[in-house]
């Protein structure tokens, strides 16, 4: 009977370890970076989808419409996955490529009300709609 009770706990000891083996998760893969065409096509979908690109670009990668992702984007939704869309940022922009302007882009500004704001916000009143310098409202 001895017998019988160490075998049935070594069986289990070994389903055990085995089955904690399985769940565990494998070490995330480190992705390839990007090439330069693929850098450009996502460029060219930011552009033509705005701010809202990356969910339009997951719905498509999940059969939704606007059906626009040619043959990059999809090798990059079997490449890469939907999990690194999400985690996903655009590069920033390098000096050189950037407007010669001599305009600050942090700097602040001031609209008719007199209050400031940065140029990347919007304007402090919404009733103020006079237009700034570069074309801003």
């Not at 055990?16 to 083996?21: C, D, L, N, Q, Y």
Request: proline share 10%.
């Amino acid at each position: 009977m001895a017998e019988l009770h160490r075998l049935i706990a070594e069986m289990e000891a070994t389903s055990t370890a085995a089955s904690k083996v399985a769940t565990t998760r494998p070490k995330l893969e480190k992705l390839p970076p990007l090439t330069a065409e693929e850098e450009q096509v996502i460029q060219a979908y930011v552009v033509k989808h705005g701010s809202r690109w990356k969910s339009i670009l997951n719905r498509v990668w999940m059969g939704g419409p606007p059906y626009d992702d040619g043959g990059t984007l999809r090798r990059l939704r079997n490449s890469h996955g939907p999990s690194w869309l999400h985690a996903y940022r655009l590069p920033k922009p390098r000096p050189e490529e950037t407007t010669g302007s001599d305009h600050q882009p942090d700097a602040p500004e001031t609209c008719s009300v007199g209050r400031r704001f940065r140029v990347q916000a919007s304007p402090c009143n919404p009733k103020c709609r006079e237009r700034l310098p570069g074309g801003r409202v």
